[in-house]
């Protein structure tokens, strides 16, 4: 019950501005130190980081492909499926420090949330949830992950400015 609650204050923002959760928990340790927000027009991607003496882990990278989204503030978008054929509108990856990449399955069910989207230099934030498919990736198959960010945004570096 205290885990479905906790899961519950999380999801609706209430829960800290950065912060991971889910049943991937089992597979990795989803302790977060900080994360980042880079975007342009074209996509959305949020990092988020833990300091491990001489390393940084890469808790979860979340790229999300805005093809087709018109993101502003309160904006849902659907993580499942494909932005353009071929291509999944969602990916996510783990990238423990001096270890390889390991990414995660297609989505299969889930959305990213953004309740304040910041111009370059301002703040971002908003959630995401998402159940991975039971089959493909490296590790999180039928899992859970959700989280929320809160960082400033920096500018993606490619494309046109958003």
């Given at each position: 019950m205290k885990?479905?609650?906790?899961?519950?204050?999380?999801?609706?923002?209430?829960?800290?501005?950065?912060?991971?959760?889910?049943?991937?928990?089992?597979?990795?340790?989803?302790?977060?130190?900080r994360c980042e927000v880079y975007r342009n027009a074209f996509g959305l991607q949020v990092t988020y980081y833990r300091n491990r003496d001489t390393f940084l882990d890469v808790v979860a990278r979340v790229s999300v492909a805005l093809d087709?989204?018109?993101?502003?503030?309160?904006?849902?978008?659907?993580?499942?499926?494909?932005?353009s054929p071929g291509h999944q509108r969602a990916s996510f990856a783990h990238a423990?420090?001096?270890?390889p990449v390991r990414l995660f399955p297609n989505v299969k069910r889930g959305d990213l949330y953004v309740s304040q989207l910041?111009?370059?230099g301002q703040v971002t934030k908003g959630s995401f949830s998402v159940l991975f498919s039971?089959?493909?990736?490296?590790l999180g198959q039928g899992r859970t992950?959700?989280?929320?960010?809160?960082?400033?945004?920096?500018?993606a570096g490619y494309g046109p400015e958003f």
């Open positions: 885990r479905a609650l906790l899961a519950a204050l999380l999801l609706s923002g209430c829960g800290a501005e950065v912060s991971l959760g889910g049943s991937v928990g089992e597979v990795i340790d989803l302790t977060v130190s087709g989204v018109d993101l502003k503030a309160g904006t849902k978008v659907d993580l499942a499926g494909e932005s423990p420090g001096g270890e910041g111009a370059e039971s089959e493909g990736g490296d992950l959700y989280g929320n960010f809160a960082a400033r945004t920096v500018d």
